[in-house]
């Protein structure tokens, strides 16, 4: 069987785990975005804060990523709750690395010049510190995209949803009947799929990146 | 809108101490900034300027000491209701990049709750008080704007609540020396109307002496060395550190600082067109001269007759004599008016003051005598002040 009519005659499937891994990489990496953003916020004026907040998630991210979901396994058990953790966790680096990297870079005089005008400091970081840092805090969620992407995959292990599925199970039969098509199959949906939400980054950053800082 | 006039400040023994730092970046500092004035912070780098101005608006808390703005301790006030109606401009106008020039003026009456309708159109005033077409500069954002631009816009952001006082520190530090003059122009122009309360920090002599009612001439921890007036600044310098700064050639500063309508103009006899030849040339000859300005019905000077284009003639003078060349204004600084002079045809030109009415003559001695009158001025008051009475 040629991968066409593999993919044509396991499409409803094939579509179904498309969604799925979709559905759980946005989830994931909104939820990472909220919590890293925060994170951020809450912790970039404090230079020993951030240190802190960057080094924990450098350590998760050390850990590979069949050892973090075999590691979640005694406490979560199989299936949603592990892979969306495990990808949630390593969304979060990146997410909170931009953030506090993007308000740090925020030129001080800009700063110094809200407060200057009688900003408070909330509203300083909401209307000048945030819009500015964005350009860089969407970076960071699109890199934290990317990898939830792979990592989705990989969540196949603990049987969590996806097109993981198509690749583990074409690789436990490999030799085996359609297990070639299989790993295909999969592997090419999450290149599709990395692609497209890439571009959904592209136009994200065209609709709320200020006409000012675009590049 | 009526615009506002200033309000005094008062700073009584303040002094900052930054944590880890030797010395006091200000140090015991007494300075009563008068309402409606425009005064200088002068110093050498480090001196303590920015911070100075900076515990105006409470971006820098004073250690100790009190700031009394309109005889209102600034401690009683929330800082940030206290910022909104202190205007403030920086070095390269810190305009938010991410908004247009039309958003970042409207900052301040967003932030005092304006409605949208009344910013608007305060927006566009108040581009057009600083020389911007609000048509044209609008919409833009900050970097479509050239330097000296978002400078402008920086003043017309720091003067959108119509604050009674500015706050500036080296706001045309950045610029090239044309667009410097040329906004320094304007804001004295601005000021004119305006009569705001102004603190403005430089270290550039020239710029102090020109923008300036008074200068603080400050050392290190803001020791004010001299608290004076530019003229007084520059003929009684109070030791030879001032001295020293200003970097002699007071008397040329002293030409760039007055204006020749503020000085005595010599006379020569004038008349109009349809005057008796006999009766100019009696009275030209009563006076000891050798000539007489012709000038129109608007008194604007025509031109040069000497005696001897008048001698032998009689009735009304017509156009006997030499059309004036070049005139010079009444508001030109003794420095340009100098230039004309020495490029002139004439060794004495016309003045002309408002509608370019005749005022006067100006020679190469006017000058001269007028530079001798200020410092001769000057001596006679610091004179008077030193043998006063005291106590
Ligand atoms: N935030 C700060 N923390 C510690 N020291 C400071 C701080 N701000 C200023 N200083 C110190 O206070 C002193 C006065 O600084 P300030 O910025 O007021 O000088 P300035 O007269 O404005 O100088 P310049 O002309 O270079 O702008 C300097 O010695 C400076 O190092
Ligand atoms: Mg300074």
């Known amino acids: 069987m040629s991968l066409w009519e593999y993919v044509s005659s396991r499409k409803d499937l094939i579509l179904f785990e498309a969604a799925q891994h979709a559905s759980m990489v946005a989830q994931c990496v909104l939820v990472a975005a909220v919590l890293g953003v925060l994170v951020g916020v809450l912790s970039y004026r404090r230079a020993h804060v951030s240190a802190l907040a960057l080094g924990m998630a450098g350590v998760l991210f050390t850990i590979p990523s069949l050892a973090m979901l ?18 949630t966790l390593y969304a979060l680096l990146p997410i909170i690395r931009n953030t506090v990297v993007g308000l740090r870079g925020v030129d001080a005089q800009l700063v110094d010049a809200a407060r200057g005008i009688g900003m408070s400091g909330r509203r300083s970081l909401l209307r000048v510190e945030l819009p500015l840092a964005w350009p860089v805090i969407l970076t960071g969620i699109r890199v934290a995209t990317q990898l939830a992407m792979g990592i989705g995959a990989v969540a196949a ?3 969590g949803p996806g097109l993981g599925e198509q690749i583990f199970s074409g690789l436990a039969r490999l030799g085996g009947a359609n297990a070639l098509n299989s790993t295909l199959t999969g592997t ?8 497209l939400f890439d571009a959904c980054f592209v136009l994200l ?8 800082i675009r590049a | 809108m009526p615009e506002h006039g200033g309000v005094p400040i008062e700073l009584r023994g303040v002094t900052k101490r930054f944590p880890g730092a030797g010395a006091p970046a200000v140090d015991r500092l007494d300075l009563l900034i008068p309402a409606g004035e425009i005064v200088v912070l002068l110093g050498p780098s480090g001196c303590g300027k920015t911070t100075t101005m900076r515990m105006v608006n409470r971006l820098e808390e004073p250690t100790s000491g009190d700031i009394l703005i309109d005889g209102q301790n600034s401690r009683d006030i929330n800082p940030n209701q206290l910022r909104r109606h202190i205007g403030y401009v920086i070095q390269q106008a810190g305009l938010f990049p991410h908004m247009t020039v039309a958003r970042n003026v409207a900052q301040v009456p967003k932030l005092l709750g304006w409605d949208s309708r009344r910013i608007a159109g305060r927006v566009d005033e108040l581009l057009d008080l600083v020389g911007m077409d609000p048509g044209l500069f609008r919409d833009r954002y900050p970097r479509a704007l050239s330097g000296g631009q978002q400078q402008r816009v920086g003043v017309a952001r720091a003067l959108a609540a119509d604050p009674p006082v500015l706050l500036m520190d080296e706001p045309f530090g950045a610029l090239d020396p044309i667009t410097r003059e040329r906004l320094q122009d304007e804001l004295l122009r601005l000021q004119e109307e305006l009569a705001k309360t102004i603190v403005f920090v430089t270290h550039d002599v020239d710029e102090a002496l020109k923008i300036g009612d008074r200068i603080a001439m ?8 001299q608290y004076a007036a530019p003229a007084e600044i520059l003929t009684d310098p109070a030791d030879d550190y001032v001295e020293q700064y200003l970097g002699g050639e007071s008397s040329m500063k002293l030409l760039r600082l007055t204006k020749v309508g503020d000085i005595r103009l010599d006379r020569v006899p004038h008349a109009a067109e349809d005057a008796d030849t006999e009766r100019l040339l009696a009275e030209i000859e009563a006076g000891g001269d050798q000539y007489a300005l012709i000038v129109d019905e608007a008194r604007h000077p025509l031109r040069w007759v000497t005696v001897d284009d ?11 004599g030499d059309p004036v060349g070049d005139t010079i204004l009444g508001r030109m600084t003794l420095q340009d008016a100098l230039e004309s002079l020495l490029n002139a045809d004439t060794d004495v030109v016309p003045v002309v003051g408002r509608r370019r009415v005749y005022s006067g003559v100006i020679s190469l001695s006017t000058v001269q005598q007028a530079i001798q009158d200020i410092k001769a001025r000057e001596r006679e008051r610091r004179r008077r002040r030193h043998d006063g009475p005291r106590g």
């Open chain 1, 70 to 87: 075999g590691l979640l396994i005694p406490p979560l058990g199989l299936g949603v709750a592990p892979s969306v953790t495990a990808i």
């Open chain 1, 157 to 159: 292990y603990v049987s």
């Open chain 1, 188 to 195: 090419i949906g999450i290149i599709l799929l990395a692609l």
């Open chain 1, 205 to 212: 950053g065209r609709l709320t990146i200020p006409g000012g």
């Open chain 2, 218 to 225: 400050m050392q290190r921890g803001s020791r004010i060395v």
């Open chain 2, 310 to 320: 008048l001698a032998g003639r009689t009735g009304p003078v017509g156009d006997l």
